[in-house]
T-cell receptor, first 114, second 114 residues
């Protein structure tokens, strides 16, 4: 069964450094998302992406964050200058079409900021 | 602002019996509801969904019930198996647009005892 893949599984970074989290969505999916889950808290929406542009973003997704689909398969989340509070599990998801279709999630990247 | 609430952090059920997980929501714009299952160190795995035009959806051992007037949904697992032990998340989205974000509950940890 096709799946969303994320790399790396764990990233440790010094505060203030840039980090890029990578995702390969399911191949025939058109909508892409990033979510995060801080330890002990809910899974929270960050951003959605369709047709090579951001469709919607949350308040969390400030100027430090950016997303890109550099080629036909990868979907990346960049955090420009990481902060301690960026430590979380980051999940990528994709769906065939947006409305009333399940979003399928990768296994996440655990980001640890020191 | 808890738009999706799972009030039971944990549930313990004997193998072979029914597991019932509950979820309440407050946002009247939600029209699509999903249940995800999550094992440690993995991403949420889509289980089953229901659109607001239905009040029941069944897939094998899993049935989701939706009560729109009460803004309540539940997931029934019959019969429960030890492999069902995981954290279960209720999620919802809706409104117009192709890719509205999912709003998650905090999750319920299900333990199925052999």
């Amino acid at each position: 069964e096709p799946e969303v893949t994320q790399t790396p599984s764990h990233q440790v970074t010094q505060m203030g450094q840039e980090v890029i989290l990578r995702c390969v969505p399911i191949s025939n999916h058109l909508y892409f998302y990033w979510y995060r889950q801080i330890l002990g808290q809910k899974v929270e929406f960050l951003v959605s992406f369709y047709n090579n542009e951001i469709s919607e973003k949350s308040e969390i997704f400030d100027d430090q964050f950016s997303v890109e689909r550099p080629d036909g398969s990868n979907f990346t989340l960049k955090i420009r200058s990481t902060k301690l509070e960026d430590s979380a599990m980051y999940f990528c998801a994709s769906s065939v079409q947006g409305a009333r279709q399940p979003q399928h999630f990768g296994d996440g990247t655990r980001l640890s900021i020191l | 602002d808890q738009q999706v609430k799972q009030n039971s952090p944990s549930l313990s059920v004997q193998e072979g019996r029914i597991s019932i997980l509950n979820c309440d929501y407050t946002n009247s714009m939600f029209d699509y509801f999903l249940w995800y299952k999550k094992y440690p160190a993995e991403g949420p795995t889509f289980l089953i969904s229901i659109s607001s035009i239905k009040d029941k959806n069944e897939d094998g051992r899993f049935t989701v019930f939706l009560n729109k007037s009460a803004k309540h949904l539940s997931l029934h697992i019959v019969p429960s198996q030890p492999g069902d032990s995981a954290v279960y998340f209720c999620a919802a989205n809706g409104g117009y647009g192709g890719n509205t974000p999912l709003v998650f509950g905090k999750g319920t940890r299900l333990s199925v005892i052999a």
